[in-house]
T-cell receptor, first 115, second 114 residues
Framework: AQTVTQSQPEMSVQEAETVTLSCTYD???????LFWYKQPPSRQMILVIR??????QNATENRFSVNFQKAAKSFSLKISDSQLGDAAMYFC????????????FGTGTRLTIIP | DAGVTQSPTHLIKTRGQQVTLRCSPI?????VSWYQQVLGQGPQFIFQ???????GRGNFPDRFSARQFPNYSSELNVNALLLGDSALYLC?????????????FGPGTRLTVT
C-alpha cells in the first residue's frame, strides 16, 4: 500500500523568509501524482501545487515550488517570501492514474508565520 | 462557478443513530470522493464514485455507505454511529479522465457523536 510521511509536525518561519516542508512517500508504481494541499482554520482543503511523476521538471506556482526527487521518493514544498496568509496545515498527498484517484495523505505540517 | 458544496455544516448525533451527509460537486464534475478527517490527522479515503458507480472503497466498516445520483451529487450514510465517527467529513470532486486528476474539496461537515 502507498504511504505518505511528513516528519515535521510543526514548522515556523519569519514573515518574508523561505521555508521548506518535507514529504516522503512509498509506492511501487512508476506513474503517479503528488500534491500539496493547504488547510487553513476555515477547514477548506485548497490545492497548492501538483507534480506529475513522469515530469522531471519541478512544478512551480508563484511563491510555491517543489523539489521532486523520484528515485529518493521525496517531494518537498518550498514557500518563498512567506506571508501571514500562508499559516495553515499543509498536507502532502499521493494519487495514481485515472481509475484510482484516491488521495493518500500524510499527517500534515502545521506552519506558523511569525510577523 | 460554485465550488463543491456540502451540507450540513455541523451535525451533532447520539451513539447508535444514523446520519446522512450531502455533497454537490462542481458543475460538470462526474466523480465524487469522500474522506474522513479525524482531529489532528490527515484525511482518510472512504469512497469514490464515478458516473454513479462505486470506483473505490477505503478501509471502513459496512456501517459506511454512499451513493451518487444522476446529477452527480452524492450522499454518505453512516449507521450505528460510534464516538470514533466524530470527524470532519470532506467531499471532493473531479471531472474525469481528461483532467490532471486535481480534486477540489468542499468545506466539510463536522460530525460530533455524543
Amino acid at each position: 500500500a502507498q504511504t505518505v510521511t511528513q516528519s515535521q509536525p510543526e514548522m515556523s518561519v519569519q514573515e518574508a523568509e523561505t521555508v521548506t516542508l518535507s514529504c516522503t512517500y512509498d509506492t511501487s508504481e512508476s506513474d503517479y501524482y503528488l500534491f500539496w494541499y493547504k488547510q487553513p482554520p476555515s477547514r477548506q482543503m485548497i490545492l497548492v501545487i501538483r507534480q506529475e511523476a513522469y515530469k522531471q521538471q519541478n512544478a512551480t506556482e508563484n511563491r510555491f515550488s517543489v523539489n521532486f526527487q523520484k528515485a529518493a521518493k521525496s517531494f518537498s514544498l518550498k514557500i518563498s517570501d512567506s506571508q501571514l496568509g500562508d499559516a495553515a496545515m499543509y498536507f502532502c498527498a499521493y494519487s495514481e492514474n485515472f481509475g484510482n484517484e484516491k488521495l493518500t495523505f500524510g499527517t500534515g505540517t502545521r506552519l506558523t508565520i511569525i510577523p | 462557478d460554485a465550488g463543491v458544496t456540502q451540507s450540513p455544516t455541523h451535525l451533532i448525533k447520539t451513539r447508535g443513530q444514523q446520519v446522512t451527509l450531502r455533497c454537490s460537486p462542481i458543475s460538470g464534475h462526474k466523480s465524487v470522493s469522500w474522506y474522513q478527517q479525524v482531529l489532528g490527522q490527515g484525511p482518510q479515503f472512504i469512497f469514490q464514485y464515478y458516473e454513479k458507480e462505486e470506483r473505490g472503497r477505503g478501509n471502513f466498516p459496512d456501517r459506511f455507505s454512499a451513493r451518487q445520483f444522476p446529477n452527480y451529487s452524492s450522499e454518505l450514510n453512516v449507521n450505528a454511529l460510534l464516538l470514533g465517527d466524530s470527524a470532519l467529513y470532506l467531499c471532493a470532486s473531479l471531472f474525469g479522465p481528461s483532467t490532471p486528476y486535481e480534486q477540489y474539496f468542499g468545506p466539510g461537515t463536522r460530525l460530533t457523536v455524543t
